[in-house]
């Protein structure tokens, strides 16, 4: 049984972590499809958030909110996993519109422009922007872009566990220069649309407001990004 102080730590240790919580979902969030509802990552990164508390020992050398950090991303990740957050359908959508980049990128010599890309997949540009946005959550690699046969391992599990930012995790390993090199060749205002996910660590609202776009708008572009982002990726280290 807790004692009244020990109830009272508890509580205030939960009360000032709720912003983390809430912090922690919407930076998942932004890299999820829509189908993924905000709330539930954050009904889940609470039970993390609890379990920590209840786990915690201050002599077991990490600060709290250290090892709380991995307890709800951890709590979260699991939700993810009990769904099916990116649908094959998806990635196979996505697989074209890369496909259409390349083979315009070869043939104009430059990034092909969302009309251009629409116009080759035979879509309008709206139907183009509408699969872009229902592609919220397109990532940077996929197991399957390593190995031929399916494997336990997932995307989520290799990058997500120990750092929120996908790309971050990448920069650590022999990928940075050619994705610093792939971020550069964006056309600019994807390219700065990067910068402030990723440097500044602005969340789509705010980077919406900084571009005058909405909120939507940017998660299309920032699909595109990751989009083209693959595409060069591809082309010099995927063959």
Known sequence: MYTVKGKADKNSLLTEHMPLVKRLAHQMKAKLPPSVEVDDLVQAGMMGLLD???RYEENHGAQFETYAVLRIRGA???????????????????????????????????PPSESEVAKSLKLSLADYQDLLGDSGGHQLVYYEDFHDEEGSDSFLDRY????????????????????????????????????????????????????????????????????????????????
């Not at 979260?76 to 196979?92: G, K, N, Y």
């Not at 602005?202 to 595109?224: D, P, Y």
């Open 52 to 54: 920590a508390i209840n």
């Open 76 to 110: 979260m990740l699991d939700e993810l996993r009990s769904s099916d957050w990116m649908p094959r359908s998806t990635r196979a959508n996505m697989r074209k519109v890369e496909q259409a980049m390349a083979a315009l990128q070869q043939q104009l010599g430059r």
């Open 160 to 239: 997500a566990v120990d750092d929120d930012d996908p790309l971050k995790s990448l920069l650590d390993t022999d990928f940075r220069q050619t994705v610093i090199d792939a971020i550069d060749a964006l056309p600019p205002r994807e390219k700065m649309l990067m910068g402030l996910y990723y440097e500044e660590e602005l969340n789509l609202k705010e980077i919406g407001a900084v571009m005058g776009v909405s909120e939507s708008r940017v998660s299309q572009l920032h699909t595109q990004a990751v989009a083209r982002l693959r595409t060069y990726l591809r082309e010099r280290s995927w063959t």
